[in-house]
């Protein structure tokens, strides 16, 4: 009875060891599977404590190269903490294991638009409206404010009213978003307008 208490006891030791104040998980000891170390580093970061997923994460990298979660993950980790250049070579490096996933190329269009890649973040949001994703309102989105920033109006303001028809009704700190959105993109093309007068 003692052996399967024991037996029971250290994985939820373990655990706790791993998701409490305890340091990451040290590599040469501690063998993890790859999707085990995205769970972990998941909890790590809903907990607030990045730089310990950032370690799962690099581990999870080299374990699995060819498999984009991971570096997708390290790539929004970085675009939290800021660093939009280590977060598009991470988001470049999911898109290369992984294909054209329509949400990695959405968030590297985030961060190209970020760092004033417009064009380039504008192509990158095209390619993944082409990908169809199954709910296009956050695309339009994006591509709306890429094309603000481009002050491309009208197509700003059309994706943006698409976007808003398109986001269900529960959805409402969205549904907010893009209003407050429509009217930032109807404000400045009527002083543009007015400028033009």
Same mark, same amino acid.
């Given at each position: 009875?003692? %052996?399967? /208490?024991? @037996? ?28 085990? @170390? ?22 999870? %990298? %080299?374990?699995?190269?060819? $498999? ?16 939009? *250049?280590?977060?598009? *070579? ?24 970020g760092k004033g890649n417009l064009e380039r973040?504008?192509?990158? %949001? ?13 695309? /339009?989105? *994006?591509?709306? $404010?890429?094309?603000?920033?481009? $002050? ?14 398109? *986001?269900?009704?529960?959805?409402? $700190? ?8 429509? @009217?930032?993109?109807? =404000?400045?093309?009527? =002083? ?6």
């Amino acid at each position: 009875m003692i %052996v399967i /208490l024991t @037996r029971r006891v250290l994985p939820i030791f373990l655990i706790w060891s791993l998701v409490s104040c305890a340091g990451p998980p040290r590599r040469d000891t501690l063998l993890m599977p790859y999707d085990d @170390r995205l769970e972990l580093a998941s909890i790590y970061i809903q907990g607030g404590q990045e730089d310990k997923a950032v370690t799962l994460l690099e581990d999870a %990298v %080299v374990q699995e190269e060819g $498999r984009p979660e991971a570096w997708a993950m390290l790539g929004e980790l970085y675009w939290l903490k800021g660093d939009l *250049t280590a977060s598009s *070579t991470y988001l470049e490096k999911a898109l290369k294991a992984g294909g054209e996933d329509p949400v990695i190329l959405n968030n590297l269009a985030w961060v190209e638009s970020g760092k004033g890649n417009l064009e380039r973040a504008l192509a990158l %949001v095209d390619r993944a409206i082409a990908r169809d994703p199954g709910t296009l309102y956050p695309y /339009l989105e *994006t591509r709306a $404010r890429i094309l603000l920033k481009l $002050r491309r109006y009208e197509e700003a303001g059309a994706d943006a009213r698409a976007a808003l028809s398109l *986001t269900p009704d529960h959805d409402a $700190r969205m549904r907010a978003q893009l209003e407050e959105l429509i @009217r930032e993109i109807e =404000g400045l093309a009527g =002083g543009l307008e007015d400028e033009m007068y």
